[in-house]
DNA sequence: CAAAATGTTGAACATGAGTTCAAACGACGA
DNA sequence: TCGTCGTTTGAACTCATGTTCAACATTTTG
């Protein structure tokens, strides 16, 4: 065992799988890499946890427990971008902000978990602005808050992408990001759809097309 | 060979290899059994694409090319579960589509591609829109459509977790579908901002905090 | 201190997956 | 009919990975 390190042979273990697999996904990463991670053989891994189902398990459950245990946390591993300040600041939760990331991607409990626990504190902070006059009140508070993390999940995953297809090669860079968050919050003052008659149509007859993204017809030209 | 197929043997793996990944990913793909669901032998796979990899090579350049060719396609594989009805009127289109979502989750050119493609018809529709007076003219619509194209991605990536919140186990029936499409078109009509300080600072000083999903300061309260 | 329990090591094993290959098959032209 | 070339077949090979295990080391307990 290494010098100056107080955390149990177990806990290395789970912090190695953590990183490693916040960097590439559990598909990709192998007993034997974590092993390496941790500087342990490889025979340690299922001594510990059994199998590396059980290392899996045991990962889950410790970050769902962080998310409980930190308020900061799920803010931080949050979609938007601006809050990897949050992160600057504790880098020690990095790993575990990847690790859901990664999670995000291919599904499980700790997307289902981190999915719920934010649409709980969006629904909350949405009704704190409100109170405060700065949000809207909605018909169907949780449902918009819902939605609001899946898209906020969106622009996580891709954010790459976006960052790409706006000019720069990360989204932090402050032109690139400026122009990003510049878009979101003239989204989110102005109303993109103008013509109130899709609502209208909403609540007096059944569904009507919903003009959104990708995809409208012009029918009321 | 069964009898009524009229593709070459090659273009049956292909499409064998599209239809497994889409429904399990490619880590989770193994070569036989694509091959099983091509009715081929295993060698016939590398006979025909070399690798297992050149497969996959082959298989994104098929879909890309696809995507190039039909246009409702992209439509058809896009964020908003709606658009399922055209799916469901070409239903050979269906394997396609899920190939596409299984790529935006794992990443790779395909989804880059896509993404693209998405964003280049979204802002085409938004033009229009804005043309016949029912969208907002944005002050950079480029980077509108970006981010509403990533905002819909989240969408339809976290369609079923979106669906268990809102009480329902598909995003397509009925209640479900309608508590969805009533917020979103909400969203669309009505800015969650009500505060226009926030855009202001943005045009006069530099980056001020920008209220949105799972983040809030109380500041102006 | 002795013994037992716990932790650690590295090699070996079994399985599964990608790949290779020699042989068989079939269509087509000489 | 024969030979050739492009396919097809199924087995064998190689390597990586998850797992097991017997031996060794360390800590805890009586």
Redesign the interface.
């Known amino acids: 065992m290494s010098s100056n390190d107080d955390r149990t042979t177990a806990a290395r273990i789970r912090d190695a799988a953590v990183g490693y697999v916040g960097e590439h996904g559990w598909?990709?990463t192998t007993s034997r890499q974590i092993a390496a991670e941790a500087g342990v053989p490889v025979g340690l891994v299922n001594y510990h946890f059994g199998s590396k189902d059980g290392l899996r398990q045991a990962c889950d459950d410790w970050v769902i427990a962080q998310l409980a245990e930190d308020k900061g946390l799920?803010?931080g591993a949050?979609?938007?971008p601006?809050?990897d300040t949050y992160i600057d600041d504790h880098p020690e939760l990095r790993p575990i902000t990847e690790y859901i990331a990664q999670c995000m991607?291919?599904g499980g409990q700790v997307?289902?978990h981190f999915?719920?626990r934010?649409?709980e504190?969006?629904r909350d902070?949405?009704a704190?602005?409100a109170?405060?006059?700065?949000?809207?009140r909605?018909?169907?508070p949780?449902?918009?808050?819902?939605?609001?993390?899946?898209?906020?999940?969106?622009?996580?995953?891709?954010g790459d992408?976006?960052a790409r297809?706006?000019g720069g090669t990360n989204l932090l860079d402050t032109d690139t990001?400026?122009?990003?968050?510049?878009?979101?919050?003239?989204?989110?003052?102005?109303?993109?759809?103008?013509?109130?008659r899709?609502?209208d149509a909403?609540d007096t007859q059944d569904?009507p097309p919903?003009?959104?993204?990708?995809?409208?017809r012009?029918e009321?030209?």
Chains 1, 2 share one sequence.
Do not use: C, W
Request: charged fraction near 20%.
């Open positions: 598909d990709r799920i803010l949050g979609p938007l601006r809050m991607r291919s997307a289902e999915f719920e934010m649409v504190l969006t902070m949405m704190l602005a109170d405060g006059g700065t949000f809207r909605y018909d169907d949780y449902a918009a808050a819902v939605i609001l993390v899946a898209y906020g999940a969106g622009a996580s995953l891709f992408t976006i297809l706006l990001y400026n122009r990003y968050v510049r878009t979101t919050v003239e989204d989110y003052t102005h109303p993109l759809i103008i013509d109130e899709y609502l909403l569904v919903a003009p959104a993204e990708g995809d409208f012009k009321n030209q």
